[in-house]
């Protein structure tokens, strides 16, 4: 990889891309005003998170190219005419390449409807309204890859209500899936000191890890911020204003020392997580953490999570399981989160 290569971000590759090499096809073919042109979807560089070794696969020329309205076919035909016009690379990357999810040597030039392009990441099309299931099984990732990428066309402004209909969860939604968050803290942070109390060291990290997991959500969800997969997760988290005070008490949560060193950690977040709740005006508990019963370890406070349930007035929020809160709460497999089908049909978990 050369050093030129190496120092332009997907972001600037597709800017350019666009501007030199689609927007003048487009232009012959289309009437002005009638698309937009984004990178969006999968990728690093749509979170602006790519680097060096993000360019070893699925990284080069890619645009989304959003229609309004299109006519019928229209999709196509603009698919065909940008294969047959665009070039075979394009400032030294190639133009078409296959990617890990098409061996097909083509141009990765998405060309969508607005409806598509929402429904083929989050399984359903938002600017139609969404029922509180519908929020709770969208994943962060899968709402970053709908709105967090650079736009650079949108004269229709085919994009804003996307935007607009995912800028956040609903309140009573909100108040929901946090309320499950703390349930799940909760229901597993005195088992740091037990398992570790029996000899189960590895058991007792397990469980600080998974914690510090769930608490990074909360993070997540108290700064009204999506979070992005695995791999960005941490890298997100240090860019919340609640990161860097969280990050050394995690740290400690996550530390070799004893169980009273990570549960110790773990506490001292949860009472910052309470602290930043409490300036944002929601409810909360006299304290985030508590004796669990009558041994010696500690726990989640339950009223966090009963304070917030009890706020919540939306009867069909009020009706949903408590504590399953959100796919992503009560799953991490990769498989299941990563299909918008299978999040959909996962939408029957929140029935009784």
């Known amino acids: 990889m050369s050093e030129a290569h190496s120092r332009v971000s997907g972001r600037e590759l597709a800017e350019h891309f666009h501007r030199e090499?689609?927007?003048p096809i487009l232009a012959e073919l289309l009437p002005p005003g009638s698309w937009a042109a984004a990178r969006l979807g999968s990728g690093s560089d749509v979170l602006g998170l790519d680097d060096a070794v993000s360019q070893d696969h699925d990284w080069g020329c890619r645009l989304t190219v959003v229609l309004t309205a299109p006519r019928a076919g229209s999709v196509d035909r603009i698919d065909e005419a940008l294969e047959r016009a665009l070039p075979g690379s394009?400032?030294?990357r190639p133009v078409r390449f296959a990617t890990t999810w098409d061996p097909q040597v083509r141009h990765r030039v998405e060309v969508v409807t607005a409806s598509d392009l929402a429904v083929s990441r989050l399984g359903l099309d938002p600017t139609r309204g969404l029922q509180p299931a519908d929020w709770l099984v969208l994943t962060g990732q899968s709402v970053l890859e709908v709105t967090a990428g650079p736009i650079f066309e949108d004269s229709p402004g085919v994009l804003a209500p996307l935007h607009a209909a995912l800028r956040w969860y609903p309140h009573d939604v909100w108040l929901y899936?946090?309320?499950s968050g703390w349930s799940r803290l909760t229901q597993e942070m005195p088992f740091v000191g037990r398992a570790a109390d029996v000899g189960d060291d590895i058991g007792s990290h397990v469980l600080?890890?998974?914690l510090v997991r769930d608490v990074m959500h909360l993070a997540f969800l108290l700064e009204r911020r999506w979070p992005p997969y695995a791999k960005w997760l941490g890298t997100a988290f240090r860019d919340l204003p609640l990161g860097p005070p969280l990050a050394p008490t995690l740290e400690e949560a996550l530390s070799p020392g004893g169980w009273r060193l990570r549960e110790a950690g773990l506490a001292t977040a949860l009472d910052q997580l309470r602290e930043r709740q409490r300036e944002l005006g929601l409810?909360?508990?006299a304290e985030a953490v508590i004796?669990?019963?009558d041994r010696p370890y500690r726990t989640a406070n339950p009223e966090m999570a009963t304070a917030l349930v009890a706020a919540i007035t939306d009867p069909e929020v009020t009706?949903?399981?408590v504590g399953l809160g959100s796919v992503e709460q009560w799953s991490d497999n990769v498989d299941?989160?990563?299909s918008p089908v299978r999040r959909m049909l996962a939408r029957a978990l929140y029935r009784d």
């Open 21 to 23: 090499a689609v927007r």
């Open 319 to 321: 009706a949903l399981p």
């Open 177 to 179: 899936v946090l309320a």
């Open 208 to 210: 600080s890890a998974r």
């Open 283 to 285: 409810p909360v508990a």
């Open 291 to 293: 004796p669990f019963h």
């Open 336 to 338: 299941l989160l990563t």
């Open 90 to 92: 394009f400032r030294g």
